[in-house]
């Protein structure tokens, strides 16, 4: 019996998931029982222990029935990026090996016809127009899949299924992360993994979970299962939106949450009579990771809600975990925390231990075992001669072993023979009243080597407001050391990023490094 049989059986009518914006739900009974004629099915079409699926489909509850499904049939399952473009999706389909996907009418046109022909396809219809479900060969309905075992029926024994992770690709294609399938004795215990989410979100009998990012990404995919089999409701946004989020708190008494520091600075942004309208009181753990929080849009949020953001640092490969709780982060501002998981070692580029303060690779000992799919030689650069392993992160420990971020060793900025760290300089833009987004990336230049271009998204446009890159240039002066102002800046829209909030900082790199037009010098 896994968790989710066991909810099921003993509260079955309590919601498992609920998406307020659709009003869309599934009690744990039905997605217990969806689950399992779907495993029947996936079993009953061939899928031997260990084949991958794919899922391609919008925050909808079909996910977690897939999901579920999946595990019992001892299955892996790929999320999707529903923001690629249909080359992007060719590429990560052929990667993982896919014998069958799961998609939505409405991102069936992602999938690419040479695909479609030569695998099959499951597709659901979009939640307006189920009746629709059906279509043409080689398209099944899920549906109909369902319809094929009406009734739960004991499965066979196999291992227990699991999800295959995307790395969010911010600086490069993304990489496909495998773990080992657990022996079926082992359905329902709780492994390490587990026990690790457990200490994170400290559940209690009346817990409640809100999900507000995309399901394909790891940590709310992963962390919304975990509520389920811990038996909590699990109340999950299509789409984030500021005012939503506070309404499902304040209308689901929602008690636990994780977010991305771009959803902080879209809530804050919200005029303050409009926070002041919902009642947050129930709201005791609010959990965010997945980018660097800039440290006054935490203060502020701390200033809101309360001390009861919790901050980490890990990553999809799970080699290592720090936590930090509000108020030692108020103690140590900056920080994302002590090592929960492994023990932290800075290194040098020689693998020498570095002593507190001095910024060096991001080294996790006692951890590892996963393994970049179908790319050897990037699973190998992931561990030294020691054993340790590291996500390619740059950092310091403090002499208390609080962890700091510095940056990705790839987005090291080499100026005139000194390192530049982008997210310095991003925590300073930042601070700028009319900047609402800002990144930093190196550019080639004759005399230093390098120099800093600084990328902005203005609060509005820059005539309607009066900002200049020669203001924005002159507020980095006040605050930084020359070497690390920025000599060019550009304006954008909108700054490329992934919706949970990791800035793809490669597509600026591959753009102004070639032309640094429209920018201006300093």
């Not at 991958?52 to 579920?68: K, S």
């Not at 004991?154 to 773990?179: A, D, N």
């Not at 509520?227 to 008494?253: C, D, H, N, W």
Request: net charge negative; hydrophobic share 40%; aromatic share 8%.
């Amino acid at each position: 019996m896994d968790e989710l049989e066991h909810w099921a059986a003993r509260h079955p009518e309590k919601p498992a998931v609920i998406f307020p914006q659709s009003a869309r739900a599934r009690d744990f009974a039905t997605l217990d029982g969806n689950a399992n004629r779907l495993a029947q099915g996936l079993i009953g079409r061939g899928l031997e222990p260990g084949a991958m699926v794919a899922v391609l489909l919008e925050n909808r509850p079909e996910i977690f029935e897939i999901a579920w499904a999946a595990r019992r049939a001892g299955l892996y399952y790929a999320m999707l990026n529903t923001h690629l473009r249909p080359r992007e999706i060719a590429y990560l389909l052929g990667d993982c090996g896919a014998a069958l996907l799961f998609v939505s009418r409405a991102l069936l046109a992602l999938v690419p016809a040479e695909w479609r022909a030569r695998r099959p396809i499951v597709c659901l219809a979009s939640p307006s127009s189920e009746a629709e479900a059906g279509g043409a060969a080689p398209l099944y309905s899920y549906d109909a899949l369902l319809a094929s075992n009406p009734r739960p029926a004991s499965l066979p024994e196999r291992p227990v299924g699991r999800e295959f992770l995307y790395s969010s690709g911010t600086s490069g294609r993304p990489k496909g992360i495998r773990f080992p399938l657990l022996a079926a004795d082992q359905r329902g215990v709780t492994q390490p993994g587990e026990k690790l989410l457990d200490h994170t979100l400290r559940f209690d009998a009346d817990s409640v979970y809100l999900s507000p990012a995309p399901l394909y990404h790891a940590a709310p995919h992963v962390y919304s299962l975990h509520a389920m089999s811990r038996g909590k409701t699990v109340i999950a946004l299509e789409k984030f939106e500021p005012e939503t989020a506070l309404s499902a708190i304040q209308r689901y008494r929602v008690t636990h949450s994780q977010w991305v520091p771009t959803m902080f600075v879209r809530m804050l942004a919200l005029p303050e009579i409009v926070r002041a309208q919902y009642d947050l009181s129930s709201h005791t753990r609010a959990i965010h990771a997945a980018a660097p929080c800039p440290i006054h849009v935490k203060e502020r949020m701390i200033a809101w809600w309360g001390p009861i953001l919790v901050e980490y640092y890990a990553g999809s490969e799970r080699i290592g975990t720090t936590l930090i709780e509000s108020a030692a982060w108020l103690a140590h501002k900056g920080s994302v925390g002590r090592a929960i998981y492994g023990t932290i070692h800075i290194l040098d580029e020689d693998g020498n231990d570095l002593p507190p303060g001095e910024v060096g690779g991001i080294w996790f000992e006692g951890t590892g075992g996963f393994v970049y799919h179908n790319d050897p030689e990037k699973t190998r650069a992931s561990y030294n001669a020691r054993g340790f392993a590291t996500l390619g992160d740059l950092g310091f420990l403090d002499a208390e072993g609080y962890l700091y971020l510095s940056d990705r060793r790839s987005d090291l900025i080499i100026s005139a023979g000194a390192n530049v760290y982008p997210a310095e300089i991003e925590s300073v833009l930042l601070e700028h009243p009319l900047i609402a987004d800002a990144a930093a990336i190196g550019v080639p230049d004759e005399d230093q080597g390098e120099v800093v271009l600084a990328a902005i998204e203005p609060v509005a446009s820059p005539e309607s407001i009066g900002l200049t890159p020669g203001a924005i240039i002159a507020f980095c002066r006040e605050h930084m050391a020359s070497i690390k102002c920025p000599r060019h800046v550009v304006f954008l829209e909108r700054l490329p990023r992934t919706p949970t909030g990791k800035l793809l900082r490669r597509e600026l790199k591959e753009r102004f490094r070639s032309e640094m037009a429209p920018a201006a010098r300093a």
